[in-house]
């Protein structure tokens, strides 16, 4: 059985690793028959310094999209094999810029044959295949240049612990959770203040009685978050966020956006028009999420709390 078609797409760095060494295999064959004294990792600062132009290590890093560290074990290589050979930069003694030694110069007449069968030989192999695999891979470079593979997977891995998310209303027994996750953080941060204490030990009073409401994040029937929906009395803002906590453990499973997008929509359908809320910027985590979920700042309302230094606002869309 092909181990590929057994375990799929998800091989695919294997098998493109797999493919590069086959046609490193080749190549060195290929530099044997021609009698070029190069080996394949060596090209790409070949070619770019075949064409004429001596550059620093940098330079050539930044033009074969290579490492810096890369380049300069070739470079050491390439110059130990007499391929290439250090020269001081004309307008900066301090620095070395690389170009051809006698040996190079001569490879870079040698090996333009090679080339052109080469090339030849590539094109042929294109022009069989059903996909051309060089426009395939431009754009495929293209797509993780916007988006890495581990962001991808990261995004994956989300989504799916996500599933096990659900979202429901406040229940009496949720309250000591309530209590006391919002308490870790603050105590951890800040200090409890009145409003605090007020909130978080009698939310039926303080909060859902006054037309607020609390939701609660449950991942495999565990309470792992919280956030609050608090009625204001105030001309501009219908309601506030707040009290927003998550579990460490439950961190990094975008649950904090399913609660933020959930308290949205809560307060959509309670008819408000803006949602409010106050933060401190050393809670970066949690400033990054409002920002995600489409906050803006604003400045000069009134504020309860101490530990305030940021407010923020979103307007709801219908």
């Given at each position: 059985?092909?181990?590929?078609?057994?375990?799929?797409v998800m091989?695919?760095?294997?098998?493109?690793?797999?493919?590069?060494?086959?046609?490193?295999e080749d190549?060195?064959?290929?530099?044997?028959?021609?009698?070029?004294?190069?080996?394949?990792?060596?090209?790409?600062?070949?070619?770019?310094?075949?064409?004429?132009?001596?550059?620093?290590?940098?330079?050539?890093?930044?033009?074969?999209?290579?490492?810096?560290?890369?380049?300069?074990?070739?470079?050491?290589?390439?110059?130990?094999?007499?391929?290439?050979?250090?020269k001081?930069?004309v307008?900066?003694?301090r620095?070395?810029?690389?170009?051809?030694?006698?040996?190079?110069?001569?490879?870079?007449?040698?090996?333009?044959?090679?080339?052109?069968?080469v090339?030849?030989?590539?094109?042929?192999?294109?022009?069989?295949?059903?996909?051309?695999?060089?426009?395939?891979i431009?754009?495929?470079?293209?797509?993780?240049?916007?988006?890495?593979?581990?962001?991808?997977?990261?995004?994956e891995?989300?989504?799916?612990?996500?599933?096990?998310?659900?979202?429901?209303?406040?229940?009496?027994?949720?309250?000591a959770?309530?209590?006391r996750?919002?308490?870790?953080?603050?105590?951890?941060?800040?200090?409890?203040?009145?409003?605090?204490?007020?909130?978080?030990?009698n939310?039926?009073?303080?909060?859902l009685?006054?037309?607020g409401?609390?939701?609660?994040?449950?991942?495999?029937?565990?309470?792992?978050g919280?956030?609050?929906?608090?009625?204001?009395?105030?001309?501009?803002y219908?309601?506030?966020?707040?009290?927003?906590?998550?579990?460490?453990?439950?961190?990094?499973?975008?649950?904090?956006?399913?609660?933020?997008?959930?308290?949205?929509?809560?307060?959509?359908?309670?008819?408000?028009?803006?949602?409010?809320?106050?933060?401190?910027?050393?809670?970066?985590?949690?400033?990054?999420?409002?920002?995600?979920?489409?906050?803006?700042?604003v400045?000069?309302?009134?504020?309860?709390?101490?530990?305030?230094?940021?407010?923020?606002?979103?307007?709801?869309?219908?």
């Amino acid at each position: 059985m092909n181990f590929f078609d057994n375990v799929g797409v998800m091989a695919i760095g294997t098998r493109l690793r797999m493919l590069s060494e086959k046609m490193a295999e080749d190549a060195t064959k290929i530099y044997e028959m021609y009698g070029v004294g190069l080996r394949p990792k060596w090209f790409p600062v070949f070619y770019v310094l075949s064409q004429g132009q001596e550059k620093s290590i940098t330079a050539i890093a930044n033009e074969i999209g290579h490492s810096h560290p890369s380049v300069s074990k070739i470079v050491r290589e390439m110059v130990q094999d007499g391929v290439l050979s250090e020269k001081k930069d004309v307008s900066d003694g301090r620095k070395n810029n690389i170009v051809l030694a006698s040996k190079g110069k001569k490879i870079a007449d040698q090996i333009l044959q090679q080339y052109h069968d080469v090339e030849n030989a590539v094109q042929t192999m294109l022009d069989q295949s059903r996909h051309n695999m060089w426009q395939a891979i431009e754009e495929f470079e293209f797509l993780l240049e916007q988006k890495t593979m581990l962001e991808r997977v990261k995004e994956e891995k989300k989504h799916r612990e996500a599933e096990k998310v659900k979202i429901v209303s406040f229940d009496p027994k949720y309250q000591a959770f309530f209590k006391r996750i919002n308490e870790n953080w603050i105590n951890t941060h800040f200090v409890m203040e009145e409003n605090d204490r007020n909130s978080l030990e009698n939310p039926k009073e303080y909060i859902l009685d006054k037309g607020g409401d609390i939701l609660v994040a449950l991942c495999d029937g565990e309470p792992v978050g919280v956030c609050a929906l608090i009625k204001m009395n105030d001309p501009e803002y219908d309601y506030e966020l707040a009290k927003m906590a998550v579990s460490p453990k439950a961190k990094g499973k975008g649950i904090g956006w399913l609660l933020g997008k959930a308290i949205e929509d809560r307060a959509r359908i309670l008819g408000a028009k803006k949602i409010y809320l106050e933060s401190n910027t050393i809670l970066k985590p949690a400033i990054n999420l409002y920002h995600k979920l489409g906050f803006k700042k604003v400045v000069g309302h009134t504020t309860p709390y101490k530990r305030c230094n940021i407010q923020m606002e979103l307007e709801l869309k219908p």
